[in-house]
């Protein structure tokens, strides 16, 4: 079965700088992984994906996350962190073998100090 | 595009009163539907998949007599929380698909269920 493991249920950063969320996943076969945003009293929004294809995705809002097969992971980047980007991360993983239903991490809230 | 919509945001009832959510797909067709289950502070947990024109699949440990789901068209799927209790006071999250099985989830802005 598909799992996933998100390091750091809190992550605090000042405003401009590296966001490095870290995200690794279990899937006996070749995995579909998703990095989600939430902010509070929300549903989710999907920031970016890897089906298959280039190792490394862009999102949306300036975040990049890189599909590492040989470490199991798929961190979530950003150059420069903003104020407005505060809020919580989930990284998902979904495979055939679990019927294609998406198993979200724990999640990861991001701070952003001024 | 691909906007789902939820209804109520926010709900209180009474214990032993049913309450029903609704989640559209406004400007796509969702044969399939998901209703998550979000507790403070932790993660999501998929509760079942919504099957239009069957029925649901349920995951291991969710009651089906006590969260009955109907999805009887092509852009609607219902949740009905019955005989809720304080302990069903969570926050609801539906979502589809618009693709095929490796794409991502759409979401609803879920439903704040609390139950008095």
């Known amino acids: 079965a598909q799992s996933v493991t998100q390091l750091g249920s809190h992550v605090s950063v000042s405003e401009g700088a590296l966001v490095l969320l870290r995200c690794n996943y279990s899937?006996?076969?070749?995995?579909?992984l998703f990095w989600y945003v939430q902010y509070p009293n929300q549903g989710l929004q999907l920031l970016l994906k890897y089906t298959t294809g280039a190792t490394l995705v862009k999102g949306i809002n300036g975040f990049e996350a890189e599909f590492k097969k040989s470490e199991t992971s798929f961190h979530l980047t950003k150059p420069s962190a903003h104020m407005s980007d505060a809020a919580e991360y989930f990284c998902a993983v979904s495979d055939y073998t679990g019927g294609f239903k998406t198993i979200f991490g724990a999640g990861t809230r991001l701070f952003v100090k001024a | 595009g691909a906007v789902v919509s939820q209804h109520p945001s926010r709900v209180i009832c009474k214990s032993g009163t049913s309450v029903k959510i609704e989640c559209r797909s406004l400007?796509?067709?969702?044969?399939?539907m998901f209703w998550y289950r979000q507790f403070p502070k932790k993660s999501l947990m998929l509760m079942a998949t919504s099957n239009e024109g069957s029925k649901a699949t349920y995951e291991q440990g969710v009651e089906k007599d006590k969260f009955l789901i109907n999805h009887a068209s092509l852009t609607l799927s219902t949740l009905t929380v019955t005989s809720a209790h304080p302990e069903d006071s969570s926050f609801y999250i539906c979502?589809?698909?618009?693709?095929?099985?490796?794409?991502?989830?759409?979401f609803g802005n879920g439903t704040r269920l609390t139950v008095t």
């Open positions: 979502s589809a698909k618009t693709g095929p099985y490796n794409s991502p989830l759409h």
């Open positions: 400007d796509f067709q969702a044969t399939t």
């Open positions: 899937s006996s076969v070749p995995p579909y």
